[in-house]
C-alpha cells in the first residue's frame, strides 16, 4: 500500500547545485528529508503530506496529527519507526541481531 505521512517541516535547504529545495521534516520524533519542488509555497513550520520522499501537500496541524495518529495505530509507519521501540529490555549487549528486532517488533 502506498500513503503518504504527515510531517512538520523543521529546516529548508537548497541542494543539488541549487537546483532542488529540500526540507528535514519531523514525523513524530523522526526526522527525514523530503523534497519540496512541488510545494514552492512551503515553509519551515509547515505540516505536509510525504510519499516517496516527496511532500505533495499541505494540511493543517489537526488533520497531519489525526493522520499520522491513524496510521501509527494501524501500523503502517514503516521504517519511520525508530528501531529502538523494538530492542528487548533484556538485552545486555550493545548487539542485538536483526532476527531479535523481527521478532520483538512482530509480537507488538
Known amino acids: ?3 503518504a505521512i504527515p ?3 523543521k529546516s529548508i535547504e537548497m541542494q543539488y547545485d541549487g537546483r532542488v529545495r529540500m526540507a528535514k521534516i519531523n514525523f513524530g520524533g523522526i526526522v527525514k528529508e523530503a523534497s519540496l519542488e512541488m510545494l514552492p ?3 519551515i513550520g509547515d505540516y505536509v ?3 516517496v520522499g516527496v ?3 499541505k494540511v493543517d496541524e489537526e488533520e497531519a496529527k489525526k493522520t499520522f495518529s491513524y ?3 494501524i501500523g503502517e509507519l514503516g521504517d519511520l519507526v525508530d528501531v529502538d521501540d523494538y530492542i528487548p529490555e533484556n538485552t545486555k549487549s550493545d548487539e542485538i541481531s536483526l532476527d ?3 521478532k520483538n517488533k512482530d509480537n507488538k
Do not use: N
Open 1 to 3: 500500500m502506498c500513503l
Open 7 to 9: 510531517g512538520k517541516i
Open 41 to 43: 509555497d512551503a515553509d
Open 49 to 51: 503530506l510525504v510519499h
Open 55 to 57: 511532500a505533495i501537500s
Open 71 to 73: 496510521l501509527k495505530e
Open 100 to 102: 531479535e528486532v523481527t
